[in-house]
């Protein structure tokens, strides 16, 4: 969802992943053992990356890498980025790899923490205490209220942050990765990205196209479409996927009452919040739970008990959604994806919307989207963020590319909706389209079908033909 709410080596060394005590990789990284996972099979390391390509002498970044070395015949690494703009490769590698077996079997399994991305000098806008606040207030459909808002967390991310904030954009990730391949010691970069790693992806090989191998580009983004644009397919998707979601639950016999409901609880909990171990759960907690459980259909029986729950004066199902959705830890503070994304949206385009601009969007949304539309009055935040955009970033082309990228779309994703797959095929040149009928965010691992192709390209080179699509079971 398209809400506020993708520093120095010693930084990356302080978190305890990366940094020297290793042997030194013949392919030039020292790997050594994850302290987060010291009994699994991963390695990390520090990658260390100019702060500004255009002028070196102005120092270097430490990016955090992890990797799963090939458990059979190794025909080389396979890059993963999971999207965001702001995940976090190491921490969602360490959690998922096993997803991932088939693939391992043949790759090594590289991911990492992109600049401003947690343990890559991670960018933290404001204290956990002030973020929660934050989340509390915020979108609000006052623009006066909105644009205070986004002052308050803009300056944080300008006094924590400044030093980077200029050299987050995905250009500057691209080239990163350049870098990691390089270091790697593979010739070609192999990549598997979701949602803004496809964006990551395409920007690589526009850059690179020489340098790359088999790309899979899951939850395509299209980078050609405009902030205010951005947010309004956002909005639609979603309230499209909440919509089958309903559908779903009353099928099953929908205990809390079905949308009506839902919207009756968003307006009591605007004027007085549930209260969850001291912690509020306003409207805007429960906009956010929503949105997460429609990112997989595997989600969709918790947000049901969650909301069933909400609705009977127990929010504490959809607060554990939402602080998944914030990134919250259970020491109470807060990863950074919610405060890099911010840095690396208004990194990546020189438009910068009004809050008038985005009020008129979040209450013309509304109107349709009672749920998600608020969501919009956010496409403001970049009128005051303290550096400048560049859009370079929006031009991206595979021709050149030894193999065909191949971009995957779901019909029913809510984050990245289906229309942006196709266009993103046509802006690359040299890409074919795989589409899956589903729900969700992203088609990998969702059925064999779709799992089957993309590891066929990815381990053979296979490449599926033009129009192939995947049912939903």
């Given at each position: 969802?398209?809400?506020?709410?993708?520093?120095?080596?010693?930084?990356?060394?302080?978190?305890?992943?990366?940094?020297?005590?290793?042997?030194?990789?013949?392919?030039?990284?020292?790997?050594?053992?994850?302290?987060?996972?010291?009994?699994?099979?991963?390695?990390?390391?520090?990658?260390?990356?100019?702060?500004?390509?255009?002028?070196?002498?102005?120092?270097?970044?430490?990016?955090?890498v992890?990797?799963?070395?090939?458990?059979?015949?190794?025909?080389?690494?396979?890059?993963?980025?999971?999207?965001?703009?702001?995940?976090?490769?190491?921490?969602?590698?360490?959690?998922?790899?096993?997803?991932?077996?088939?693939?391992?079997?043949?790759?090594d399994?590289?991911?990492f923490?992109?600049?401003?991305?947690?343990?890559?000098?991670?960018?933290?806008?404001?204290?956990?205490?002030?973020?929660?606040?934050?989340?509390?207030?915020?979108?609000?459909?006052?623009?006066?209220?909105?644009?205070?808002?986004?002052?308050?967390?803009?300056?944080?991310?300008?006094?924590?942050?400044?030093?980077?904030?200029?050299?987050?954009?995905?250009?500057?990730?691209?080239?990163?990765?350049?870098?990691?391949?390089?270091?790697l010691?593979?010739?070609?970069?192999?990549?598997?990205?979701?949602?803004?790693?496809?964006?990551?992806?395409?920007?690589?090989?526009?850059?690179?196209?020489?340098?790359?191998?088999?790309m899979?580009?899951?939850?395509?983004?299209?980078?050609?479409?405009?902030?205010?644009?951005?947010?309004?397919?956002?909005?639609?998707?979603?309230?499209?996927?909440?919509?089958?979601?309903?559908?779903?639950?009353?099928?099953?016999?929908?205990?809390f009452?079905?949308?009506?409901?839902?919207?009756?609880?968003?307006?009591?909990?605007?004027?007085?919040?549930?209260?969850?171990?001291?912690?509020?759960?306003?409207d805007?907690?429960?906009?956010?739970?929503?949105?997460?459980?429609?990112?997989?259909?595997?989600?969709?029986?918790?947000?049901?008990?969650?909301?069933?729950?909400?609705i009977?004066?127990?929010?504490?199902?959809?607060q554990?959604?939402?602080?998944?959705?914030?990134?919250?830890?259970?020491?109470?503070?807060?990863?950074?994806?919610?405060?890099?994304?911010?840095?690396?949206?208004?990194a990546?385009?020189?438009?910068?919307?009004?809050?008038?601009?985005?009020?008129?969007l979040?209450?013309?949304?509304?109107?349709?989207?009672?749920?998600?539309?608020?969501?919009?009055?956010?496409?403001?935040?970049?009128?005051?963020?303290?550096?400048?955009?560049?859009?370079s970033?929006?031009?991206?082309?595979?021709?050149?590319?030894?193999?065909?990228?191949?971009?995957?779309?779901?019909?029913?994703?809510?984050?990245?909706p289906?229309?942006?797959?196709?266009?993103?095929?046509?802006?690359?040149?040299?890409?074919?389209?795989?589409?899956?009928?589903?729900?969700?965010?992203?088609?990998?691992?969702?059925?064999?079908?779709?799992?089957?192709?993309?590891?066929?390209?990815?381990?053979?080179?296979?490449?599926?033909?033009?129009?192939?699509?995947?049912?939903?079971?």
């Open positions: 969802m398209s809400r506020a709410k993708l520093v120095v080596i010693a930084l990356v060394a302080m978190t305890g992943v990366g940094g020297g005590g290793g042997p030194v990789d013949p392919a030039g990284l020292a790997w050594a053992t994850c302290p987060e996972a010291p009994t699994a099979p991963f390695q990390c390391a520090t990658l260390t990356v100019p702060l500004d390509y255009a002028d070196p002498g102005k120092g270097t970044l430490g990016l955090a992890v990797r799963s070395k090939a458990t059979g015949p190794r025909i080389g690494s396979l890059v993963l980025n999971f999207g965001g703009p702001g995940g976090s490769g190491v921490t969602t590698l360490l959690a998922s790899g096993t997803a991932f077996a088939s693939l391992n079997r043949s790759y399994l590289v991911s923490d992109p600049r401003g991305v947690d343990r890559s000098s991670g960018i933290q806008c404001l204290p956990p205490k002030e973020f929660e606040e934050f989340l509390e207030a915020e979108p609000s459909l006052d623009e006066t209220t909105e644009r205070n808002l986004s002052i308050e967390f803009v300056q944080g991310c300008q006094k924590n942050a400044g030093r980077i904030l200029p050299y987050v954009g995905t250009v500057n990730a691209a080239k990163d990765m350049e870098l990691l391949r390089q270091a010691g593979d010739p070609k970069l192999n990549y598997l990205g979701f949602s803004y790693g496809t964006h990551l992806g395409a920007t690589y090989a526009t850059l690179f196209p020489q340098k790359t191998g088999r899979v580009l899951d939850a395509a983004l299209d980078p050609t479409v405009g902030l205010l644009e951005q947010s309004r397919t956002q909005v639609l998707g979603f309230q499209k996927a909440y919509e089958n979601y309903l559908a779903d639950c009353e099928r099953q016999g929908c205990p009452g079905g949308n009506a409901a839902v919207v009756r609880l968003l307006d009591q909990l605007e004027k007085k919040p549930l209260m969850v171990n001291g912690r509020k759960v306003t805007d907690t429960v906009r956010a739970a929503i949105g997460e459980a429609l990112y997989s259909k595997l989600s969709w029986p918790l947000l049901t008990q969650a909301l069933t729950a909400a009977a004066g127990d929010g504490t199902g959809v554990t959604l939402a602080d998944l959705y914030a990134g919250r830890q259970p020491d109470g503070t807060y990863n950074t994806l919610l405060s890099s994304l911010n840095a690396v949206l208004c990546d385009t020189t438009e910068r919307p009004t809050f008038a601009q985005a009020e008129a979040a209450r013309d949304l509304t109107k349709v989207s009672p749920i998600f539309g608020p969501d919009a009055a956010s496409a403001g935040i970049c009128s005051v963020w303290p550096t400048p955009g560049e859009d970033n929006k031009r991206v082309s595979s021709r050149g590319t030894q193999y065909p990228v191949l971009v995957v779309g779901a019909v029913n994703d809510p984050a990245t289906f229309v942006w797959a196709p266009r993103l095929t046509a802006e690359l040149g040299n890409a074919v389209l795989l589409t899956f009928q589903g729900e969700g965010h992203g088609a990998y691992g969702q059925t064999l079908c779709v799992t089957g192709i993309v590891d066929a390209y990815l381990l053979n080179g296979t490449v599926p033909a033009k129009g192939t699509v995947c049912p939903a079971t």
